[in-house]
């Protein structure tokens, strides 16, 4: 099999650095020249990853094309671009409807999926929307794949993928904070990252008990968790959070 990226940015070379960590046979790996630095690094790292300038040509040389550009470059480059119908397209841009994708590019295998910067490590989830053989097939090698048959349903997963960057500043306020009651950088670094590694580990070994039962249990009547959850709700932390949820649902969907 021969994988074409169009796009080598951070999710790209993510699924690339995932893939030749994980069992999954290919052939070759085309990638654009662009990002120039991300580019070159995968080529020098990687024997079966060949650069190439032009985006037919990875088109041309791959059996499934992945596209990993923003959706304004999509949208502005897509048109100009032929696609042999037997191919897989696999689309990481978010605000591309599938039926669009299809329109464009002629291709009935078009699938959608939500990779995270973590299947570098081959960690997922991975929402696949709608099911897609091949698409699965690579998938499932760099981390859990979650199938989904309706686009729609699948924008509210776009939707809360947006949390990385939410959920690390909380990692980043809690390191900050203990640094300036002189805590050292790194002690309070390993502690914050073993911390939130250890709440979302037993949060995915208590998963079945459901989360509500998980917030009560964290909380002592009176206690300093109860503390910090009521002081947080009353400031509607919560209420502001599930709000950005919406409003990048929103803005995913049109
Ligand atoms: N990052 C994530 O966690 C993530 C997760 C799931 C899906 N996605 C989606 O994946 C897509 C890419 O995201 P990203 O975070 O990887 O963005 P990114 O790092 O900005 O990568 C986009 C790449 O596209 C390249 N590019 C620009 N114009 C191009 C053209 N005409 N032909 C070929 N390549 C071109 C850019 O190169 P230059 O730097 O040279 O301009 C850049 O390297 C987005 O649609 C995003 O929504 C991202």
Redesign the pocket.
């Known amino acids: 099999m021969n994988l074409g990226f ?7 070379s993510s699924i690339i650095f995932g893939i030749f960590k994980s069992s999954l046979k290919i052939n070759k790996i085309y990638i ?1 020249s ?3 630095n ?1 580019a070159k690094k995968l080529s020098v790292k990687f024997k079966k990853v060949k650069t190439l300038k032009n ?1 037919q040509d990875i088109i041309n040389l791959s059996s499934v094309v992945l596209l ?4 304004s ?2 949208k ?2 897509l048109k100009d671009l032929k696609f042999d119908k037997k191919k897989t397209i696999i689309s ?3 605000t591309i409807k599938l039926n669009d994708l299809k329109k464009s590019t002629g291709v009935k295998k078009v699938c959608k999926a ?4 973590f299947v570098e490590n081959r960690l997922g989830p991975i929402i696949l929307s709608p099911k897609n053989k091949i698409a699965k097939r690579i998938f499932s090698k760099i981390g859990p794949v979650i199938e989904i048959n309706n686009e729609k349903i699948s924008f509210s997963f776009w939707s809360t ?1 947006s949390i ?1 960057a939410a959920y690390y500043e909380l990692l980043n306020s809690t390191t900050k904070w203990l640094i300036k009651k002189k805590i050292k950088p790194k002690t309070a670094t390993k502690y914050s990252s073993e911390l939130f590694l250890s709440l979302s580990k037993d949060a995915v070994l208590k998963k079945e008990i459901g989360f509500n039962k998980l917030v009560a249990d964290s909380q002592t009547p009176g206690g300093l968790n109860m503390q910090v959850l009521k002081e947080l709700k009353k400031g509607k932390f919560y209420d502001k959070f599930l709000k950005s949820l919406d409003n990048v649902h929103r803005r995913i969907k049109h």
């Open positions: 169009i796009g080598t940015g951070k999710i790209a654009s662009r990002n120039r991300i985006n990993s550009v923003t959706p470059v999509g502005k480059i990481l841009i978010s939500i990779p995270l910067p993928s990385m």
